[in-house]
Nanobody, 125 residues
Framework: QVQLVESGGGLVQAGDSLRLSCATS????????IGWFRQGPGKEREFVAA????????SYADSVKDRFFISKDYAKNTVYLDIANLKPEDTAVYYC??????????????????WGQGTQVTVSS
């Protein structure tokens, strides 16, 4: 069973930084690509970043690649999403998803069949 638990969200001010965590089991961590997505109020879920299970290569949405950084902690079976210089438009529920490794990292949420419950990030101006 694939289980993902997000944490680290909260109410922050514009310009702050934040680290989101996606905790998994060891089997999930080593066998699945992990993607971060977000869903803002009244918006569809959108891709943010993903990291490969095979070689830890990463992919980012163009809109966030200058401020977001995805990484893996092998000791804790956790994937992090570091966000710098937060903006009000970053306000969303952030989800991590797990998907089977593919030749290229996918930005399609349909390729991540397993999801956590999400963590809310609210950025005040």
């Amino acid at each position: 069973q694939v289980q993902l638990v997000e944490s680290g969200g909260g109410l922050v001010q514009a310009g702050d930084s934040l680290r989101l965590s996606c905790a998994t089991s060891g089997r999930t961590f080593s066998s699945y690509n992990i993607g971060w997505f977000r869903q803002g109020p009244g918006k569809e879920r959108e891709f943010v970043a993903a990291i490969s299970a095979l070689d830890a290569s990463a992919s980012y949405a163009d809109s966030v690649k200058d401020r977001f950084f995805i990484s893996k902690d092998y000791a804790k079976n956790t994937v992090y999403l570091d966000i710098a210089n937060l903006k009000p438009e970053d306000t969303a529920v952030y989800y991590c998803g797990a998907g089977r490794p593919r030749r290229t990292l996918s930005s399609n949420s349909n390729d991540y069949p397993h999801w956590g419950q999400g963590t809310q990030v609210t950025v005040s101006s």
